[in-house]
């Protein structure tokens, strides 16, 4: 059982990631812009972050040796926020998603890059048959390729590398910093990049405050700050860069089980098929590493 709680852990992580698009759709749905919702999210994430690390560690955060690292977590996790919300704007939301879902593959490659070795046979079918639920799931089939601005393929392929840098840093731990001054340090950078490059403003308008858009934000916070970074920071140098990738795929079946769900959107047979895939293809690596690690267990004894 222990060995299946840090692939959970990554795939709880993941699906937190995949209400966020729905929530930001109600931010707009009540007169706001998305780059309100985001930096709502961003802004709340990091104020919750302060307040766990006030009731549970009680003193000064300090810098240690390793802080490039927490600073590139920070980087990345807002670089892809950014990226993101740009990419929407060029692209239809099915293309986007499918363009950020090239993180399973890059991640892999980064990861092998790293460890200079070649991708598993079970992390290759797998990355294919994700390949192929991401498009079925997408309800990409149907969309209209001709007349995208070149900008959407940018920042949509931008937002996917982001991402799997992200994954990949947050295989590397810190020695001496603890899982709670980490959130701390990563949701403050990214605060800060968030507020340079989207709307600050909502700091001091008023607009933060506002009951609709505090609320909005306190979810966007917690599930898009406080458990992904969490529990990736835990789970990830456990799991692996290149398996983290693909175990969060999870976050498109989720996104679009929670717009049917709560924005009443249509799901078609396709999607529901593309989703059954997805959950198949994520399951290959985990299974074929998990039953890798119980025979070295039962050599060692």
């Known amino acids: 059982m222990k060995l299946w709680i840090y692939p959970l852990m990554v795939v709880f992580a993941a699906s ?7 929530m930001v759709k109600l931010a707009i749905g009540q007169g706001y812009t998305a780059s309100e919702a985001v930096s709502s999210q961003y ?17 000064i955060p300090r810098l240690y040796g390793g802080f490039k690292i927490v600073l590139l977590a920070g980087i ?7 990226v993101y919300g740009q990419a929407l704007i060029y692209l239809p939301a099915s293309l986007a998603v499918v363009m950020l879902f090239q993180f399973t593959w890059i991640g892999t ?33 149907d969309v209209d390729l001709s007349g995208i601005d070149w900008r959407g393929w940018v920042y949509g392929f931008a937002a996917a590398v982001s991402f799997s840098l992200n994954m990949n840093i947050n295989t590397k731990q ?10 701390l340090w990563v949701s403050f950078i990214a ?15 008023g607009k933060l405050f506002t009951e609709s858009l505090l609320f909005l934000g306190l979810g966007l916070g917690l599930l898009g700050i406080i458990i992904p970074i969490y529990f990736f920071v835990i ?8 398996v983290s990738s693909i175990l969060s795929a999870m976050e498109l079946p989720v996104a679009v089980m929670v717009s049917v769900l709560v924005l009443s959107e249509a799901l078609t047979w396709l999607q529901v098929l593309g989703i059954v895939v997805i959950l198949i293809g994520m399951c290959i690596p985990t299974i074929a590493d998990i039953r890798r690690k119980q025979k070295q267990q039962k050599a060692i004894f």
């Open 43 to 59: 802004i709340v994430g990091f104020l919750l972050a302060l307040l766990i690390y006030m009731v549970t560690q009680r003193k």
């Open 76 to 82: 990345f996790t807002a670089t892809t926020g950014i």
């Open 109 to 141: 490659l980064i990861d092998c890059i790293i460890r200079k070795r070649l991708p598993s046979r079970a992390e290759v079918i797998s990355l294919i048959i994700l390949f192929a639920g991401t498009l079925l799931a997408a309800g990409v089939l």
């Open 235 to 242: 789970a990830v140098p456990k799991v692996g860069g290149a």
């Open 16 to 22: 937190c990631y995949g209400t966020l698009s729905t």
């Open 191 to 205: 605060a800060l990049m968030i507020s340079v490059f989207q709307s600050p403003e909502i700091m001091w308008n």
């Open 174 to 183: 810190v020695e001496g910093m603890n899982t709670t001054t980490r959130l």
